[in-house]
């Protein structure tokens, strides 16, 4: 580890010993400008301050969310959901967000908290607003029950807990702040390629903010339900025989060149395929050509460059758990920010596997792992 890493490691665990303690900061938070991947001073004082000039006028702040108009947002839930740990005088604990989430995933969202530089895989960067799992075809944003789903049962062989113990309400309040985070986000992603990138002209016009960037933005998250895909009925696996019957089908699927299941997960499901150096696309850009140039990207990123590890099935870890569901989907409509594609049809687009065929896949999948029949 170098000594710029070795220095973040030791300040986050300073911070999350702060965190854990109860210490807040003197000042409130503010959400902090995503200057991810650009070089120290590629951004100037009056384009920085029209960025989170907007952002605040449009979001407010960690302690004080707002919600712009025309966008489909709870603002009771978010206040639930913002701002420090503390008693709401009806005997709630609100704050949840700070209480239970920003250790890891950051005070803004970004995937970098405390906690972030000792985790592998690293929190999810919501500023993004790109989803590992979900149920609708790729490209789509979440609907809200992945989101639930991922709080209520975790991510398993991950850092990501469930919060099954969680009332349904206070999981549903940051759900919602969820959704804020990544809005916000990429509505800030939009500004920065609008002010910097595209380097226009200031001051701004709010019209064009709110036309061009926020409410399409937000319009995705509405529009997801038409896009969930919806698993027809498995085989029947009943008897042993149609059991290990669908197992080798799945087995053959699986060994299609057209799948491209091994070229990653290897051609007995245990993550040794051909393709060594694989990043997801939170880390693709930290990666140069030259190990020299990877370490000269390093000093535009936050944490350190984290390559994937494709899964190996014969653990029996798998990230779904053992609900034949989620694996479904997950192999359906692929990892979205991964390598992993979709393997089943998606809109316009015929894929390498059936709707039926999927679910042998599935089911093989859940041999390798020893999982058994559902």
């Known amino acids: 580890m170098t000594q710029r890493w070795a220095l973040l490691a030791t300040s986050a665990f300073v911070t999350l010993m702060v965190?854990?303690?109860?210490?807040?900061?003197?000042?409130?938070?503010?959400?902090?400008?995503?200057?991810?991947?650009?070089?120290?001073?590629?951004?100037?004082?009056?384009?920085?301050?029209?960025?989170?000039?907007?952002?605040g006028r449009l979001y407010g702040s960690p302690d004080?969310?707002?919600?712009?108009?025309g966008v489909d947002l709870d603002p009771a839930r978010l206040r639930a959901a913002a701002g420090p740990v503390r008693p709401d005088g009806d005997g709630r604990v609100v704050g949840l967000y700070r209480r239970h989430c920003a250790q890891c995933h950051g005070i803004g969202g970004d995937g970098a908290g405390p906690a972030a530089l000792l985790l592998n895989p690293y929190p999810r960067d919501f500023r993004q607003g790109i989803f590992k799992y979900t149920r609708t075809a790729s490209g789509a944003k979440p609907v809200?029950?992945?989101?639930?789903?991922?709080?209520?049962?975790?991510?398993?062989?991950?850092?990501?807990?469930?919060?099954?113990?969680?009332?349904?309400?206070d999981r549903a309040n940051l759900i919602e702040y969820v959704k804020y985070l990544s809005v916000r986000g990429e509505t800030e992603l939009f500004l920065l390629q609008l002010i910097v990138d595209e380097d226009e002209y200031l001051p701004l016009s709010m019209s064009i903010v709110m036309e061009d960037g926020v409410i399409p933005l937000a319009d995705l998250w509405e529009q997801s339900a038409e896009f969930v895909v919806v698993p027809p009925s498995p085989p029947p696996v009943a008897t042993e025989e149609q059991w290990l019957a669908s197992v080798e089908l799945g087995r053959v699927l699986y060994q299609n060149d057209d799948a491209r299941c091994v070229e990653c997960h290897g051609p007995e499901g245990r993550g040794d395929g051909e393709e060594e150096e694989i990043y997801d696309d939170w880390n693709k850009p930290k990666a140069g050509l030259t190990a020299a140039q990877t370490r000269a990207l390093a000093e535009r990123f936050t944490l350190p460059i984290q390559r994937l590890r494709p899964r190996d099935f014969t653990t029996g870890i798998l990230r779904t758990g053992d609900r034949p569901d989620r694996l479904?989907?997950?192999?359906?409509?692929?990892i979205q920010g991964t390598p992993m594609p979709a393997a089943g049809p998606q809109p316009g687009v015929f894929g390498p596997l059936k709707p039926d065929e999927i679910w042998h896949v599935v089911h093989y999948i859940r041999h390798l792992a020893g999982q058994g029949k559902p």
């Open 144 to 169: 809200r029950d992945d989101l639930e789903e991922i709080l209520r049962f975790g991510v398993t062989g991950t850092a990501m807990p469930s919060f099954a113990r969680l009332e349904d309400q």
């Open 328 to 334: 479904y989907w997950l192999t359906h409509v692929g």
């Open 64 to 69: 004080e969310p707002r919600v712009p108009e």
């Open 19 to 55: 965190w854990l303690g109860g210490c807040g900061p003197a000042e409130p938070p503010q959400f902090p400008l995503n200057t991810e991947g650009r070089k120290a001073g590629a951004i100037g004082p009056a384009q920085r301050e029209a960025i989170l000039g907007t952002l």
